[in-house]
Structures are given as structure tokens and as C-alpha cells.
């Protein structure tokens, strides 16, 4: 049994395979596990989450089957958040009830009323679609037992809704993130807040229809069973994929890292094994691939193993790259005049937008092949939670950035392009942090493309696909093949290409281990 | 307040648009007595033939036709006096550079889109195959998806089989396109920049979506489903005498129509529909009453919100009907010569949407309230085919313009001038000295829409058709089977499923529910 590719998909796979009994072998071509999921020491003293900055989304039934805490994988929840505005306003998130609700009411009254009523509903969308998550999507357009089954049971999951709520529900898929918030909220700065998440890692604004259920997609975390909180790993994120690593090593799976692989073997329609470059063959029989669905049919396989139908749609999955990151190594902790002193949310995620519109006119860039001038900014300093992350007294900040294309209109990126983005964001921050510029001690700054050269995502794009209406369950990866099996005897997918799709959440992972597992004790694939 | 008064008819018809004159025709052979109250002097409501400039008169605001033949059959409109113009309607998009397009069968491509001649054929042949399937689903009242009657579960489940009928590949790719954007699904099929622009037309025209923004497929599909196939068509007259030939239908099948007679409100006895009040102070009472006029006037003004539930209300207010469209009318001296385009391609629809990008653009603007800088155009010269429609040798030019927004920055007084001047430049740069045959030029701004055809928010849907406006959930849950959470009271406007465009379908329906209700 080898899987390609260690990224936390992977090694999820990988883990419930081993503690299956099965003979694992997880293959990585970098040098370090982890895939986006890492922790890099790429400044002197300084710890960086390079790729994926926060935890919420992995699922608890993963932590708990395997283990992880146990390996060492320790998940700090942090407080609310903010939104700083141009012009010195904030927004503040706090858990504090009351405390966040007097700050709502000082942007509207209104809207501090509507809050508890979004929340409700969100939280709502997230029980509905939870269980979702670990279940393979059916085929609708099969006849087959299982399919019927599963379609049967989404029916009866809907109608359990009632009546009111199921429709609520079909609006709410099909609606985009600045119509569903103008349906709760007046004041922008509120509605700018919430839009953020609607955004990240997708190539669609504010105002595109099915953002809604973007907004969704980073809802559904929990962190110990409280749903929507956020939190740091303890070492940064590479905590998480080495805690999985050790899970994996412990039930005797083996991680061999430096090991591209090349090819996926496949004779008379069945997997055989891989081809490592330089030439060195592992044969298997299965073979599990963790890389998106672009890299895997049509990098590291021989398309005349491929129906051609099939290649023509994994030539039309969309992987856009959108988002780029900046890792900075600070001096000293930055000075932000907005937030009020002690107030918790600088340990929280602060964001830097005023507007839906902002927000909108920051895609337009990217439509049109620039980064956003004025850039959609999610912006953490671990370090004041967690002090293994920088030097004492130091500390390191993650800033996604949103949007910043993969393709460039004005020719290829350069050097100097890419430190141009990086002085835009630079700029955007220093904008609300007087001192900001001076503490820098060393920035790394990742366009979509480097993140493709490095972790291997195409186009960089964090979910391994876009989270569009054609692209979700039973479309995801491709109509038809939703099932974690590829067209291959033998083959499978894991990756966040397939249901449910992209986020630190490992449910990919888990379900494809759950159908190699099924068709292990069925009758063998022929 | 006094005790309802005595009831005189079956059925009132609030507004005497098109879907409401359908839905009284039907409501009338259905042996009821029907009063149809019409606030303007003529009827038609948006489905109407005015003078816009002296002696020039044209479709004041849709000025293209697609009613299903099952409509144009059952009330026998010919009989009624509808003529349409000869000849199914071609599609001709314009290019900068003069090599225009006609979208028309692969043989009369020009020679460069060889490739894309081909693609179109299939892509048309397989949009045909799903809107055929999705046609259904236009003639039928939506189901409930809950507490349904067997009848409605069984409806749903027809619905279902037939989609399933179209076979696994036709319903995977249904399922996989449904909601995706429209230009993705054209990079997957075409090359040329013009090809898809002008494909893309007809996905975002009369909607608040750009090419790039996802669900546009859908809205393509349904256009698809609307035409039935047909195609659009052009009444002789104009639209008016569409509404003209409604009317006939309608009176002799027995229903009365009242035109000037506007409604004030809904007269409500004992949390039931009973009757209307005329601005006049005169009341009428009715079994049922059914308003083809769009919800948020329906429910804010005409009924008034003391008669329905928070809930509710919330959602009609938050139906999104904002328009996006406007009309521009030119009476012109003499034909305008547009560059490389034969006489006879001047009868059919002329586009300006010379790629997805101009469109995605024009779009942009409307996103922060502003005014297409570079607008899309659909260009129709109703004179070609019903020159009595302008003085001898004059021509008249009816253009749609988007975007164009209801809320524009600034306020339209200001924008007015402007976007007409920019309108003619546009239409300048394709048929120079254009602008010099200008004999008068009318702008119709959403605003002007909303106050003249007294649909709130000048949207010609009623309520914006995007998939969370659709099928049950148009216009809100809770009122898509045509019926008011008010006993008594119906739709059958636009805003109720299947939506704008003139149809008749909304009408024909509710016509069917309000007969299976109401005595």
C-alpha cells in the first residue's frame, strides 16, 4: 500500500490504513513531511507556519482515533478577532458575549440584534452539513444499492430540516456571502468582517453566488467541541502532520521523505506500484495519491491508462491559484493604535478591509491578472500564544493575503514582482501599525507560485480545487469518480481535490481510507 | 371600516400585464367571472407599444417576444389579432473590426472559426438536450419539498425521472454546469473571444451577475428552457398589440377589464383576501384576488405587512429586485448603415458583447452603483419588419442597455444624459453618422421603469433571477405555489416562478392554482 504524497491528507490516509493492519508506505518528495501543513525554520530562532497558519477544521473524530494528542499535537484555542479599518476604526470579535455585543452596537445597534441570529443560523448550516463531511457523496445519476442508499439517507437528512429551514438551506448554498449578510446587517465594517473567510483561497469576491457556502467551509471547525473556535498548533502547524507521522510510525507505517515520486505504475487497468525519479520501482497494490487530481492524472500517470473522458474533465477541474502568504519575523510585538489596549483580539486573527466593496474590488485585481491593491489581509502573531515559535521577546506573523494571481497579465513573476507584492502588503499593515516596517527582520514572501514549486499545489491554490457549485460533492473531483476511486483498478484519491474538500481537515483523507477499506473486504476489484 | 362588501366577482386581477391578462384569460375559460384593474390608461403593463418621440412609437420596455406556443395555442392569440413579424429571429454579434458573427447553423460561419463552428454545434445540441429536460419544470406550480400531498410528492418524483431520463451523461454534466459560471463552461468549449461574448449575452442580460459570476449557466439554461426552442419573435405592433391580443383573449372568454383603475389596496376581512379599494375610494369584492403586480408591491404596499409574520416579511423585503436594465429608444430619419452588416441581418438582434472580459467589466461598474462604461447592447429595428411603427422612411432603434443600476451613485437625473450619450457613442462606433440621423432619444432608467410600469426596483423579472430566487423559492418561501400566506390571495406576476420575460407562464399557472383553490 503506498501513498504519494505526506501532506496531512496523506498521512490521515495513511494512519487509519496502518491501524488497519496494511502495510503503508507514505512517499514525500520534500525533504520534511507535512506537505502545507508544516512548520519551517527558515529565519534563525524563528519558527514559521509557512503555508496553513490555523487549526480548526480537523476533525475531532481524527484527533481522537488516532491518537494525536497523544503524539504531541497540542491545540491552543485563541480569542475573537478584529478588523482593522482605514482610518484608525475597529471591529472587534470577542467571546464575551456581552463584551461583543456592546462592540457590534457601537457600529449599529441593529446589527449586534441580528448577530445572535446569524450566529444561530450559521451554526445551524454547520450541524446540517457536519455529517456530511465523513460520508462519501453518492452518485445521483447510479442505480447501484450503495448510491441509492446514501441518496436515500441525504433526503431524509434534508427532511429532517422541516419545512422552513430546508428552504433556508437551498438558499443558503446557492447565495452569494454579501446578499446573505445584507440579510442580517447595515453597518459594512460588521459585514466586511464577517465576508473575510468568504474569500480565502477562492477565486470568487463577496458577491459571487455559492460564497455563502464558502463562508460555511471555515464555520464548520471546532476546536474540542466548540464549534466555529480557532486555534494554533503548539509548534506551528508541522505540529499537527508530525503528530500524525509518529500516530503513523506507531502502528507501523513507514514515512520515507526525499522520495518523488515520478510515475503511478498501471498494467492491464490496475495499479502496481510507483517509480520513484531516478528509477527505483515500489511495487503495491494499492496506490493511494494525496496530490491534487491535475498533478496526479496528468503529471504522474500515462493518459493511455486514462479513459479519455475522464482526462478531458480533470483537464477542466478548476485549481486556481488566488492567495499568496507573508512569514515575517518581528523584532518586537507591533503596535496596532486601533485595538484597544490589553484587548484580547491582537492574539486573535486581525484582518484589514473596510468594505464589501473593498473586498470585491480586490477580486476585480485579480480578474484582471494583478494583485489587489488593496489587499484582503488575515494576519496572526502566534508567538504571543505560543512561545516556541520565535525567540523571547520576538515574535513571527502570518498574513495571508487575498488576492494575489497565479498567472501575472504582465508577463511572468519575477523577483522583483514578488518583492512588489510584498512592499503592497507591507504597506497595507504599516498603514495601521506605525512601527510595523521597522521590526521587520526577515519577510519570507509566497506568491501562488512559489507555493506550487514547494508544496507541489497547483497553481498554489490552498483547497486543491475551487470550492465552486461544479466542484463539491458528488462533482468533486469529477462527476462520477466522487468516490475516492479512480478509473484505475487499485488506484484512489485523497486529497483535498476530493470531498469535502480543502482546509487542515483530514476528512479527505479518512474517507478515502474508509473506501479502500471497503473494497479490501468486498470482492477484490478485478 | 365597513363590512366587506357584497362579493361581485370570482376573481380580481391586480394589473393588467401580461401574466395578468394570461392568468384572467385562463381564470375566465375556466368559467369564473374575472375583473382585471389596470392602473394605466392602456393595458399591457411592461408589455406595451408607445410613442416615444412624434410618430414614432415602439415596445416600451420588452421589446422581444418568447411565449411558449402552448400559450400563443390554448388562448388562440392569432385569432385575437397577433401577428408575428416572418422568419425566426437571427443573432448577429458585432466586432469591432467589422468581422461579425452570425450565430446562426455552423455553415454560415465565417471561414476563421472553423473549430469553433463545430464546438457551437454540440454545445448547442446538448443546451438544447437540458433546457428541453428543465423545460417541465416551467409549466408546473412548484412542489413543497415538505408536508407535500402525495400529488406533490408525486410531481416532484416525475421531475426527478425526467431529469434522470436524459441519461447519465447529459444529467452529470446538468448537475456538474447547473451552477457553474458561464464563462468557464465557454473556455471549455470556444476560442474566439466574439463567440463567447455574444454567448454570454444571453446569460447575463436582465440578471445582476457578470460571465464570471457562478449560477450564470443556469440563468442561460432557463432562457434556453423559456424559448421552448422557438426562439424569440417579434409581434407586429409591437409588444402592445401582444397585450392586445391577451386582452381580446381574455374578454372573450368573458372577463372584464377595467383600465385606470388603479388599486389602492387589499381589502382584508378576518385574515382573508376579499376585495380591493380603487384609488377612486370605490371597493370590489372578490373570491379571490391575484396580483400580477411584483411581490414588494403586493405585500408593502397593497396588503400591508399588519396581515403577515415577521418572518415572512423579512424575506420579501430581502427579494433582491433591483434593476439592472435599461432601455434606450432612437427615432431615426433613415436607416443607419452599421459597418459590414447586410441589410437583412438589421431585422434580427444585433449585439454588442464582443468578449466575456467587456462583458465582465460592464459588469463590474454595476457592482459599486455606476453606469457601464463600456455597456453591452442588444440591438433591435422593430421598423424593418412593422415599418407603420415610425413615420414614412423613419426607422426606429430599441436598444437594452446593461448595466444600468436602479440605485446609480449620484441619482439618474445627474447619469441620465450621460448614459444616453454613451449608448449613442457605442452604437456610433458600428454605424457611423449614426448619431446625426437622431431625430429623439428616450431613456428608460430602471427608475423610469419602476415608476412608469409600477414595478418596484425596474427590475423586468419582478425579482432577480438568480438560483436562490428559483423554482421554490421564488419569489420567497412560503408563497411559491402562487399563494399568499393570506387566504384568498394569489400571484402571478413576474416575481413568482418561472419569472420575467414575457412569457405568460406565471400567469397561466397561478391561473391553474387559483382554479384548483378558489370557488
Known amino acids: 500500500m503506498i501513498v504519494v504524497g505526506a501532506g496531512h491528507n496523506g498521512l490521515v490516509a495513511a494512519c487509519y490504513l496502518a491501524r488497519a493492519g496494511l502495510d503503508v508506505l507514505v512517499l514525500e518528495r520534500n525533504s520534511y513531511v507535512g506537505g502545507a501543513a508544516v512548520s519551517r525554520r527558515l529565519y534563525d530562532g524563528f519558527t514559521y507556519s509557512n503555508c496553513s497558519y490555523v487549526c480548526s477544521l480537523l476533525r475531532t473524530e481524527i484527533i481522537r482515533a488516532l491518537e494525536l494528542p497523544r503524539y504531541g499535537l497540542q491545540i491552543i484555542p485563541y480569542e475573537g478577532g478584529c478588523t482593522l479599518m482605514r482610518g484608525g476604526g475597529h471591529l472587534a470579535l470577542y467571546d464575551n458575549h456581552d463584551a461583543l455585543r456592546r462592540e457590534i452596537s457601537r457600529h449599529s445597534r441593529r446589527d449586534a440584534e441580528s448577530y445572535d441570529r446569524f450566529v444561530r443560523d450559521m451554526l445551524r448550516h454547520c450541524r446540517f452539513i457536519k455529517p456530511l463531511l465523513l460520508r462519501e457523496p453518492p452518485d445521483p445519476t447510479s442505480w447501484r444499492a450503495r448510491d441509492l442508499k446514501e441518496l436515500l439517507w441525504l433526503g431524509r437528512h434534508f427532511h429532517k430540516l422541516g419545512e422552513a429551514r430546508l428552504y433556508d438551506t437551498l438558499r443558503f448554498w446557492t447565495m452569494s456571502c454579501a446578499d446573505l449578510l445584507d440579510e442580517y446587517f447595515e453597518s459594512e465594517i460588521v459585514k466586511a468582517h464577517m465576508a473575510g473567510s468568504s474569500i480565502i483561497g477562492t477565486a470568487l469576491g463577496p458577491r459571487s453566488p455559492g460564497t455563502a457556502y464558502v463562508l460555511l467551509h471555515h464555520y464548520m471547525g471546532s476546536i474540542d467541541g466548540t464549534v466555529g473556535a480557532w486555534g494554533f498548533a503548539r509548534g506551528g502547524m508541522g505540529a499537527i502532520t508530525q503528530a500524525l507521522a509518529a500516530s503513523l510510525t506507531a502502528s507501523g507505517g513507514t514515512v520515507r521523505s526525499d522520495a518523488p515520486v515520478e510515475q503511478i505504475l498501471v498494467k492491464h487497468g490496475r495499479a502496481q506500484g510507483v517509480v520513484l525519479a531516478g528509477g527505483e520501482e515500489i511495487r503495491a497494490r494499492t496506490v493511494v495519491s494525496n496530490l491534487d487530481v491535475r498533478r496526479t492524472f496528468l503529471e504522474t500517470m500515462d493518459p493511455r491508462h486514462l479513459p479519455g473522458e475522464f482526462l478531458e474533465q480533470v483537464r477542466r477541474f478548476k485549481i486556481r491559484g488566488s492567495s499568496g502568504k507573508l512569514n515575517i519575523a518581528l523584532d518586537g510585538l507591533p503596535r496596532f493604535p486601533a485595538i484597544p489596549q490589553g484587548a484580547p483580539c491582537i492574539r486573535g486573527d486581525m484582518h484589514v478591509t473596510d468594505t464589501i466593496d473593498m473586498l470585491e474590488r480586490a477580486y476585480d485585481d485579480w480578474k484582471e491578472g494583478r494583485w489587489s491593491a488593496a489587499p484582503y489581509l488575515d494576519m496572526l502573531i502566534p508567538s504571543q500564544i505560543d512561545p516556541t515559535m520565535a525567540p523571547h521577546g520576538k515574535h513571527y506573523m502570518s498574513v495571508f493575503v487575498q488576492y494575489c494571481p497565479y498567472r501575472l497579465a504582465d508577463g511572468p513573476w519575477t523577483p522583483q514582482k514578488r518583492q512588489a507584492f510584498g512592499d503592497t502588503v507591507i504597506d497595507t499593515i504599516a498603514q495601521h501599525s506605525p512601527d510595523f516596517r521597522n521590526l521587520i527582520l526577515h519577510a519570507e514572501i509566497r506568491t501562488p507560485q512559489d507555493i506550487e514549486t514547494e508544496v507541489g499545489l497547483t497553481e498554489g491554490n490552498i483547497f486543491q480545487g475551487e470550492l465552486t457549485f461544479d466542484q463539491l460533492l458528488f462533482n468533486r473531483p469529477i462527476p462520477g469518480y466522487a468516490q475516492y476511486r479512480a478509473p484505475v483498478a487499485g488506484m484512489y484519491m485523497c486529497g483535498a481535490s476530493t470531498h469535502p474538500g480543502g482546509g487542515v481537515m483530514g476528512a479527505p483523507g479518512a474517507n478515502a481510507a474508509r473506501a479502500i477499506l471497503t473494497d479490501l473486504k468486498g470482492p477484490k476489484p478485478a | ?519
Request: hydrophobic share 45%; aromatic share 6%.
Open chain 2, 1 to 519: 371600516m365597513s363590512a366587506a362588501p357584497r362579493r361581485a366577482y370570482d376573481c380580481i386581477v391586480v394589473g393588467g400585464g401580461h401574466n395578468g391578462l394570461t392568468c384572467a384569460a385562463y381564470l375566465a375559460r375556466g368559467r369564473r367571472s374575472v375583473l382585471v384593474l389596470e392602473a394605466g390608461a392602456q393595458v399591457g403593463g411592461a408589455a406595451v407599444t408607445r410613442e416615444f418621440a412624434p410618430g414614432f412609437r415602439v415596445s416600451a420596455c420588452a421589446h422581444l417576444l418568447h411565449a411558449p406556443a402552448a400559450v400563443l395555442r390554448e388562448l388562440a392569440l392569432s385569432a385575437h389579432g397577433l401577428k408575428l413579424a416572418p422568419g425566426a429571429l437571427t443573432t448577429l454579434a458585432l466586432a469591432p473590426d467589422g468581422a461579425h458573427l452570425p450565430l446562426a447553423a455552423p455553415g454560415d460561419w465565417p471561414a476563421g472559426a472553423g473549430r469553433d463552428a463545430q464546438a457551437h454545434e454540440a454545445y448547442q445540441a446538448r443546451l438544447a438536450r437540458l433546457a428541453a429536460a428543465l423545460r417541465p419544470l416551467l409549466d408546473v406550480a412548484p412542489p413543497r419539498l415538505a408536508n407535500s400531498s402525495w400529488a406533490e410528492r408525486a410531481a416532484l418524483g416525475g421531475l426527478a425521472l425526467r431529469l434522470r431520463a436524459l441519461g447519465r451523461r447529459d444529467l452529470r454534466e446538468l448537475l456538474r454546469i447547473g451552477g457553474m459560471c458561464v464563462q468557464d463552461l465557454l473556455d471549455e468549449h470556444f476560442e474566439s473571444p466574439l463567440v463567447k461574448g455574444a454567448l454570454a449575452f444571453d446569460a447575463v442580460l436582465g440578471t445582476n451577475y457578470g460571465p464570471r459570476s457562478p449560477g450564470t449557466v443556469f440563468t442561460l439554461l432557463y432562457r434556453l428552457a423559456a424559448g421552448g426552442g422557438a426562439g424569440l419573435a417579434q409581434p407586429l405592433g409591437g409588444l402592445g398589440a401582444l397585450s392586445e391580443a391577451l386582452a381580446g383573449a381574455a374578454r372573450a372568454a368573458g372577463a372584464e377589464i377595467r383600465t385606470t383603475a388603479a388599486v389602492q389596496r387589499i381589502l382584508v376581512r378576518e385574515d382573508r383576501a376579499v376585495g380591493v379599494v380603487l384609488e377612486s375610494g370605490e371597493e370590489l369584492a372578490a373570491g379571490a384576488v391575484i396580483s400580477s403586480a411584483d411581490p414588494k408591491t403586493t405585500f408593502l404596499r397593497l396588503l400591508g405587512t399588519e396581515h403577515l409574520d415577521t418572518g415572512f416579511v423579512r424575506r420579501i423585503v430581502n427579494l433582491r429586485s433591483r434593476g439592472l436594465a435599461a432601455k434606450v429608444h432612437l427615432a431615426l430619419d433613415d436607416l443607419p448603415q452599421f459597418t459590414g452588416v447586410a441589410p437583412a441581418a438589421l431585422a434580427g438582434r444585433l449585439l454588442v458583447a464582443p468578449s466575456p472580459e467587456y462583458l465582465e467589466r460592464a459588469f463590474n461598474h454595476a457592482k459599486y452603483r455606476e453606469c457601464s462604461a463600456a455597456p453591452m447592447l442588444e440591438i433591435t429595428m422593430p421598423t424593418l419588419a412593422d415599418p407603420a411603427l415610425a413615420p414614412p422612411g423613419g426607422q426606429v432603434l430599441s436598444v437594452i442597455a446593461q448595466y444600468a443600476p436602479y440605485d446609480l451613485a449620484g441619482g439618474w437625473e445627474a447619469g441620465r444624459q450621460r448614459f444616453t450619450d454613451l449608448v449613442i457613442d457605442t452604437l456610433e462606433r458600428f454605424a457611423p453618422g449614426l448619431r446625426a440621423r437622431v431625430r429623439g432619444a428616450q431613456l428608460l432608467a430602471p427608475p423610469d421603469i419602476e415608476r412608469e410600469f409600477r414595478i418596484s426596483g425596474g427590475h423586468w423579472h419582478h425579482a432577480e433571477l438568480a438560483l436562490d430566487q428559483f423554482f421554490m423559492l421564488r419569489p420567497v418561501p412560503g408563497a411559491a405555489a402562487y399563494r399568499a400566506p393570506v387566504g384568498g390571495l394569489f400571484l402571478c406576476g413576474a416575481g413568482c416562478h418561472p419569472g420575467g420575460g414575457v412569457l405568460g407562464l406565471a400567469g397561466r399557472n397561478a391561473a391553474r392554482q387559483v382554479l384548483k383553490e378558489a370557488a
